[in-house]
Structure formats: structure tokens, C-alpha cells
């Protein structure tokens, strides 16, 4: 039976190390895509800022190997210690930026009564990432247009994936647009397309909303002029976000399991529910250290919070506490690193400047409180259902769950504590 149950743990460690990574929470080099949509008497304009790669990757020639392949458009190829990389191609650039507004086009479909509209393009901008304008509100975007094209930055060579392009499309219409759909054609084929972030922000005369949505857009976004409608899509982002971060959901598994009376684990969650909302907030205006090393110290800071709650979960005397105040201290301050991992996602996706900054805050919070209590309800449920079989059973589960969490999140430290140090 030991040699049995000493196997499932094995194969579960492993599985869970081979499928998760140390970054759970801060992909810095997330793909963002933004588009400001404009309400106009004859129809819509949409200023949309996305990754060059997303518009030329699939376009990339085959060839055999150690061969060049041809370059897809408006770059050009070659070998860098061995790897293939990507440049953007000044001299297509100053001839013509047509093609590539063409591909812009093509992959952007605008539906209005389920027909789609046929786009013009007005303007094309690129820019070497970090040198592009602000691009938050509909008067950044305007802006970033008002500014005369210049390829100077792409002179020294540019990687494609280091260039931002901005597009501004116009789609006529004979009445005024209360609701459209919007999706995209575009798959590059390039890693991680599927967590691509999408910001739709819809500037109608009855005011703004803000649409969050997830992937590549094959499915259509439907976008009203509803805040219920703009809410909700915050809120499912939420749900996902925690549901996904493999950490987080060890972390209240952990809570749970030591705390099996409904009492102590209403209080466990409430402090873990204030703390990181706090710092959910606070992360996301800036208030924290900007240091290389801060990010993956926050990272490495949550997984001992899942040992020491795993911990918990085994050693009764550190469960026998009646302190209500000691015990929401204790996982509020804990809460507060958790929620630092949700304000850097989150602050990927928005700015502080976005229009309903405070409405998505909330709306994204209150998501990853719904998926937070979704799996203390599960949990709860599971782990009844073992203590039904008996004592025995209930603590070999105890043991076994509190040890799988224990030695992923041990498996983290050591990943996540060696990113500190190379970034001090």
C-alpha cells in the first residue's frame, strides 16, 4: 500500500513540474493587443496597436535545414550563432508600408448585423518597442498619429518581434453602430498565441467601456454599449487567472486541507481575500519596487507560502489556533504577496490611465474571488467525501496532498530564487 501511494505522489511531483514553470504569474513579454474603437455618424474607427510578428509570422518561407528560408514581408533573415532571427526590412518600409496595412486589414473582421464591413486603411505606424507612444486612452491613440512616420530607429537593425505597429481603419456605415462583433483571422503560429491579451475599448456617445478578451480573437468579441456586457468580461478574466495559476489554486487547497471546520476556514479566506486585494490595487498604480529582482522575488515569496500552509495542513498544533484576528493577520499577509502576482498581469493589460480603470479593477477582483471560492468549494467537497472512508484515509489524503504542494512549491524556490540572484 506504501509502495503504492509513494508512486502516485512521484508521478504526480513530476507531472506537476513538467507542466508548470517558475513565471506562473509575470509574463513580462505578454502580447497585448489594443483597439480604441470610435463612434462616428457615418461609422467606426478603429485605432489598433498589435505585435508586428502578428501580422507577418505565418507568412515566413520554408526551407531546408541550415538554409535560409524567404523572409515573409517587410523582413529579412539570417543565422546568429546558429539560430534564425528576424530583422525588419528598412528599405520595404520606405518604399511602402501598403502591404503591410493590407495584412492588417485582412486580419481584423468587423460585423455589424452579422455582415462584415469592409475597412480602409488610413495610417500606419511602426516603432521599435519602447520608443512607441502612449497608446491608453482614444487621445493617445490620435496622437500617435498626428506624428509623421520616421523607420530612423530601424536603421541599426530591429528585430520583428522588438516592433509595435499601430493602425488606424475606418468602417463606413449608414447608421448609427449600437452593436458589432469583432474578431481576427491571424494565427502566426507563434508560442503562447492563445494567452494573447486583447483590450477592446469602445468609445460610444453614452460613454466607455472596456472589453477584455483572451486568444487569438477567432471567436467574435460581442461589444455594446452595456457595462454588464463590459463587467463581465473582467470578471471571467478573473476566474481564468486563478483558476490557471497553478500556485495559487495549491495555495488555497493548502488553506482548506488545514482548516477543515467551516469556522477556521471562513477566517483563512477572508484574510487571504483582504490581503490581496490590497496589494492587487497597489501593485497596479505602481506603489512597489521596480527592481529587476522584485518580480521574481514576489514569485519566489509565494511558493514558501504554500509550504508553510502545507505545513499547517500536517502540524496540528499549529492548527489549534482560536485567534480569529491571529489567523487573518496571518493569511492576509500572506494574501498580500498573492496579490501582487495578480496586479502585474493585470497591469500588462491596462494602464493607469485606461478609461474605467476602477470598474475593470474591481470587476477582475471580484473574478478571482468567484474562482477562489469555486475551488474552496470544491476542495471541501473532496475532502468530505475521503473523510467519509475513515480516519485513516483522511490523514494518508492529508499527508499526501500536503506533500505534493510542498514539493512542487520547494521545486519553485530553488527555480524562482536563482531568477532573484541573477537580477540583484
Same mark, same amino acid.
Given at each position: 500500500?506504501?509502495?503504492?501511494?509513494?508512486?502516485?505522489?512521484?508521478?504526480?511531483?513530476?507531472?506537476?513540474?513538467?507542466?508548470?514553470?517558475?513565471?506562473?504569474?509575470?509574463?513580462?513579454?505578454?502580447?497585448?493587443?489594443?483597439?480604441?474603437?470610435?463612434?462616428?455618424?457615418?461609422?467606426?474607427?478603429?485605432?489598433?496597436?498589435?505585435?508586428?510578428?502578428?501580422?507577418?509570422?505565418?507568412?515566413?518561407?520554408?526551407?531546408?535545414?541550415?538554409?535560409?528560408?524567404?523572409?515573409?514581408?517587410?523582413?529579412?533573415?539570417?543565422?546568429?550563432?546558429?539560430?534564425?532571427?528576424?530583422?525588419?526590412?528598412?528599405?520595404?518600409?520606405?518604399?511602402?508600408?501598403?502591404?503591410?496595412?493590407?495584412?492588417?486589414?485582412?486580419?481584423?473582421?468587423?460585423?455589424?448585423?452579422?455582415?462584415?464591413?469592409?475597412?480602409?486603411?488610413?495610417?500606419?505606424?511602426?516603432?521599435?518597442?519602447?520608443?512607441?507612444?502612449?497608446?491608453?486612452?482614444?487621445?493617445?491613440?490620435?496622437?500617435?498619429?498626428?506624428?509623421?512616420?520616421?523607420?530612423?530607429?530601424?536603421?541599426?537593425?530591429?528585430?520583428?518581434?522588438?516592433?509595435?505597429?499601430?493602425?488606424?481603419?475606418?468602417?463606413?456605415?449608414?447608421?448609427?453602430?449600437?452593436?458589432?462583433?469583432?474578431?481576427?483571422?491571424?494565427?502566426?503560429?507563434?508560442?503562447?498565441?492563445?494567452?494573447?491579451?486583447?483590450?477592446?475599448?469602445?468609445?460610444?456617445?453614452?460613454?466607455?467601456?472596456?472589453?477584455?478578451?483572451?486568444?487569438?480573437?477567432?471567436?467574435?468579441?460581442?461589444?455594446?454599449?452595456?457595462?454588464?456586457?463590459? #463587467?463581465?468580461?473582467?470578471?471571467?478574466?478573473?476566474?481564468?487567472?486563478?483558476?490557471?495559476?497553478?500556485?495559487?489554486?495549491?495555495?488555497?487547497?493548502?488553506?482548506?486541507?488545514?482548516?477543515?471546520?467551516?469556522?477556521?476556514?471562513?477566517?483563512?479566506?477572508?484574510?487571504?481575500?483582504?490581503?490581496?486585494?490590497?496589494?492587487?490595487?497597489?501593485?497596479?498604480?505602481?506603489?512597489?519596487?521596480?527592481?529587476?529582482?522584485?518580480?521574481?522575488?514576489?514569485?519566489?515569496?509565494?511558493?514558501?507560502?504554500?509550504?508553510?500552509?502545507?505545513?499547517?495542513?500536517?502540524?496540528?498544533?499549529?492548527?489549534?489556533?482560536?485567534?480569529?484576528?491571529?489567523?487573518?493577520?496571518?493569511?492576509?499577509?500572506?494574501?498580500?504577496?498573492?496579490?501582487?502576482?495578480?496586479?502585474?498581469?493585470?497591469?500588462?493589460?491596462?494602464?493607469?490611465?485606461?478609461?474605467?480603470?476602477?470598474?475593470?479593477?474591481?470587476?477582475?477582483?471580484?473574478?478571482?474571488?468567484?474562482?477562489?471560492?469555486?475551488?474552496?468549494?470544491?476542495?471541501?467537497?473532496?475532502?468530505?467525501?475521503?473523510?467519509?472512508?475513515?480516519?485513516?484515509?483522511?490523514?494518508?489524503?492529508?499527508?499526501?496532498?500536503?506533500?505534493?504542494?510542498?514539493?512542487?512549491?520547494?521545486?519553485? #524556490?530553488?527555480?524562482?530564487?536563482?531568477?532573484?540572484?541573477?537580477?540583484?
Amino acid at each position: 500500500m506504501r509502495h503504492h501511494l509513494f508512486r502516485l505522489y512521484l508521478f504526480i511531483v513530476l507531472s506537476l513540474l513538467c507542466t508548470t514553470t517558475a513565471s506562473a504569474h509575470f509574463k513580462l513579454s505578454l502580447n497585448v493587443r489594443i483597439l480604441h474603437v470610435e463612434h462616428m455618424s457615418d461609422g467606426l474607427n478603429v485605432y489598433m496597436r498589435l505585435p508586428m510578428p502578428y501580422l507577418v509570422a505565418h507568412l515566413l518561407g520554408e526551407a531546408d535545414e541550415g538554409e535560409l528560408p524567404s523572409p515573409a514581408p517587410y523582413t529579412y533573415n539570417r543565422f546568429e550563432e546558429g539560430k534564425l532571427v528576424h530583422y525588419v526590412d528598412i528599405e520595404q518600409l520606405q518604399e511602402s508600408t501598403d502591404g503591410l496595412a493590407t495584412l492588417a486589414k485582412q486580419g481584423l473582421d468587423l460585423s455589424i448585423e452579422e455582415e462584415v464591413v469592409k475597412a480602409k486603411v488610413e495610417q500606419v505606424r511602426l516603432y521599435k518597442n519602447g520608443t512607441q507612444p502612449d497608446f491608453a486612452t482614444l487621445d493617445d491613440a490620435k496622437y500617435a498619429f498626428q506624428t509623421k512616420p520616421s523607420f530612423t530607429e530601424f536603421e541599426q537593425g530591429v528585430y520583428v518581434g522588438d516592433t509595435t505597429v499601430d493602425v488606424l481603419l475606418r468602417y463606413t456605415s449608414e447608421d448609427a453602430v449600437y452593436q458589432y462583433a469583432l474578431s481576427s483571422t491571424l494565427d502566426p503560429g507563434l508560442p503562447d498565441q492563445d494567452e494573447t491579451a486583447n483590450l477592446i475599448l469602445d468609445y460610444s456617445p453614452g460613454g466607455v467601456q472596456v472589453f477584455r478578451a483572451r486568444g487569438l480573437l477567432h471567436e467574435p468579441v460581442i461589444v455594446t454599449r452595456s457595462v454588464f456586457d463590459a #463587467v463581465v468580461t473582467f470578471i471571467k478574466e478573473g476566474v481564468k487567472h486563478i483558476l490557471e495559476g497553478l500556485d495559487h489554486v495549491l495555495f488555497v487547497i493548502c488553506l482548506v486541507l488545514g482548516a477543515m471546520h467551516l469556522r477556521p476556514l471562513f477566517w483563512r479566506v477572508t484574510g487571504f481575500t483582504i490581503g490581496h486585494s490590497i496589494t492587487l490595487s497597489i501593485g497596479f498604480f505602481g506603489f512597489v519596487p521596480t527592481t529587476a529582482w522584485f518580480v521574481p522575488a514576489v514569485e519566489m515569496g509565494i511558493a514558501l507560502s504554500i509550504i508553510y500552509v502545507a505545513v499547517v495542513a500536517v502540524v496540528p498544533a499549529m492548527q489549534q489556533s482560536k485567534n480569529e484576528w491571529t489567523v487573518v493577520t496571518v493569511t492576509g499577509l500572506i494574501g498580500l504577496l498573492h496579490g501582487l502576482g495578480f496586479s502585474f498581469v493585470l497591469h500588462n493589460i491596462l494602464q493607469v490611465t485606461s478609461p474605467n480603470i476602477w470598474q475593470s479593477l474591481l470587476a477582475f477582483n471580484i473574478g478571482v474571488e468567484l474562482g477562489q471560492v469555486l475551488i474552496v468549494i470544491v476542495a471541501v467537497l473532496v475532502f468530505y467525501l475521503i473523510s467519509l472512508l475513515g480516519d485513516r484515509a483522511a490523514k494518508i489524503n492529508r499527508y499526501l496532498i500536503a506533500g505534493i504542494c510542498a514539493s512542487t512549491a520547494l521545486y519553485w #524556490v530553488v527555480e524562482r530564487g536563482s531568477n532573484v540572484l541573477a537580477n540583484i
